[in-house]
């Protein structure tokens, strides 16, 4: 399947006042297009940023990122973006909070088919019913669905997905996991979910990439996940696979601290990575894709 993401000896610095702090250097990562892939590592080593870099929202220092065979210059409807806190006006009601993103970018199509389209993305995410409670009545779930329904509903080509279920207990998180694993089976968005759950990113995943810690930090390890889809929980976890991959992946996060500077360059160095072509003019949409023109976002994040 052709690629739908390329970062190409991506990096980003932040000015400091002893000098540059570089937090990511050299990443290179392919994706491709429907394809699902985890990123994990150490707390602070740079997943959120990369994420932000790909969304738009945080701006690059070096190197290239494409997206659909187009360098990107910005956030758009074509990324959807779920933060670990979705970030909800508690003012507002469900299918309101759904509604502020669809008005923005369909702002032709009327009105009750836009409220059909808020009201279609809360069924997905099982909250057809609470499609009228205020967001501040909601628990913590049922607004992360919220914020789910949010992302779908613009009818993204990719979805990033920061810690999406980081603040969720256990039995929510494995619910919401497989809203998800529905709701991407329907649209076939491309996805980069940010985790700190090892089992998270092996059920869900098609490739886990591991990060080196930071500084300059970048790209260690990817594992290829083998299991069939649709996938089972308990089919996973009895994978005669599961467990050699989950060591692996606990092997390489006990030891990603240890990888110096130097042999950083070298894992970047190792494979010569070629310059990405990019499209010289606008791409053509898919069959049936309807292009919509580029909202203005701030750059901002929350969660
Ligand atoms: N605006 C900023 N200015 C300076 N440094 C920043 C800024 N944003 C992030 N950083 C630094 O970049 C590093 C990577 O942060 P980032 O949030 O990407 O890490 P992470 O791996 O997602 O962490 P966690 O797993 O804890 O969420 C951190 O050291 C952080 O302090």
Same mark, same amino acid.
């Given at each position: 399947?052709?690629?739908?993401?390329?970062?190409?000896?991506?990096?980003?610095?932040?000015?400091?006042?002893?000098?540059?702090?570089?937090?990511?250097?050299?990443?290179?990562?392919?994706?491709?297009?429907?394809?699902?892939?985890?990123?994990?590592?150490?707390?602070?080593?740079?997943?959120?940023?990369?994420?932000?870099?790909?969304?738009?929202?945080?701006?690059?220092?070096?190197?290239?990122?494409?997206?659909?065979?187009?360098?990107?210059?910005?956030?758009?409807?074509?990324?959807?973006?779920?933060?670990?806190?979705?970030?909800?006006?508690?003012?507002?009601?469900?299918?309101?909070?759904?509604?502020?993103?669809? !008005? @923005?970018?369909?702002?032709?199509?009327?009105?009750?088919? @836009?409220?059909?389209?808020?009201?279609?993305?809360?069924?997905?995410?099982?909250?057809?019913?609470?499609?009228?409670?205020?967001?501040?009545?909601?628990?913590?779930?049922?607004?992360? @669905?919220?914020?789910?329904?949010?992302?779908?509903?613009?009818?993204?080509?990719?979805?990033?997905?920061?810690?999406?279920?980081?603040?969720?207990?256990?039995?929510?998180?494995?619910?919401?996991?497989?809203?998800?694993?529905?709701?991407?089976?329907?649209?076939?968005?491309?996805?980069?979910?940010?985790?700190?759950?090892?089992?998270?990113?092996?059920?869900?995943? !098609?490739?886990?990439?591991?990060?080196?810690?930071?500084?300059?930090?970048?790209?260690?390890?990817?594992?290829?996940?083998?299991?069939?889809?649709?996938?089972?929980?308990?089919?996973?976890?009895?994978?005669?696979?599961?467990?050699?991959?989950?060591?692996?992946?606990?092997?390489?996060?006990?030891?990603?601290?240890?990888?110096?500077?130097?042999?950083?360059?070298?894992?970047?160095?190792?494979?010569?990575?070629?310059?990405?072509?990019?499209?010289?003019?606008?791409?053509?949409?898919?069959?049936?894709?309807?292009?919509?023109?580029?909202?203005?976002?701030?750059?901002?994040?929350?969660?």
């Amino acid at each position: 399947m052709a690629d739908y993401v390329e970062l190409y000896r991506v990096a980003k610095t932040y000015p400091q006042t002893s000098g540059d702090v570089v937090i990511v250097d050299n990443f290179n990562l392919d994706i491709a297009e429907g394809e699902f892939v985890s990123l994990i590592g150490h707390s602070g080593c740079g997943k959120s940023t990369v994420l932000s870099m790909i969304a738009g929202l945080t701006t690059i220092s070096r190197g290239q990122i494409v997206v659909a065979r187009r360098e990107i210059d910005g956030p758009g409807p074509d990324r959807g973006v779920v933060f670990q806190s979705p970030c909800l006006l508690p003012w507002l009601t469900a299918i309101d909070n759904v509604l502020l993103g669809i !008005d @923005r970018v369909f702002p032709h199509v009327p009105r009750a088919e @836009r409220r059909a389209m808020a009201h279609y993305y809360l069924e997905l995410v099982g909250l057809a019913d609470s499609a009228k409670q205020l967001a501040k009545e909601l628990s913590q779930g049922m607004q992360q @669905r919220v914020g789910i329904a949010r992302a779908f509903a613009l009818a993204p080509k990719m979805i990033l997905l920061d810690e999406p279920f980081g603040m969720l207990d256990s039995l929510t998180r494995f619910e919401l996991q497989e809203v998800l694993i529905e709701l991407l089976a329907q649209t076939k968005a491309t996805t980069l979910m940010v985790t700190h759950d090892i089992d998270e990113a092996l059920f869900m995943s !098609d490739r886990v990439v591991m990060m080196t810690s930071g500084p300059a930090a970048t790209v260690g390890e990817i594992l290829h996940v083998p299991f069939d889809r649709p996938r089972h929980r308990t089919a996973v976890l009895a994978h005669p696979e599961y467990h050699l991959l989950r060591h692996r992946m606990l092997d390489f996060l006990e030891h990603a601290h240890l990888v110096p500077t130097a042999l950083k360059s070298t894992i970047a160095e190792a494979e010569p990575v070629p310059a990405i072509p990019v499209a010289a003019t606008a791409v053509v949409p898919r069959d049936g894709m309807r292009v919509f023109p580029t909202p203005e976002v701030p750059e901002t994040r929350c969660g």
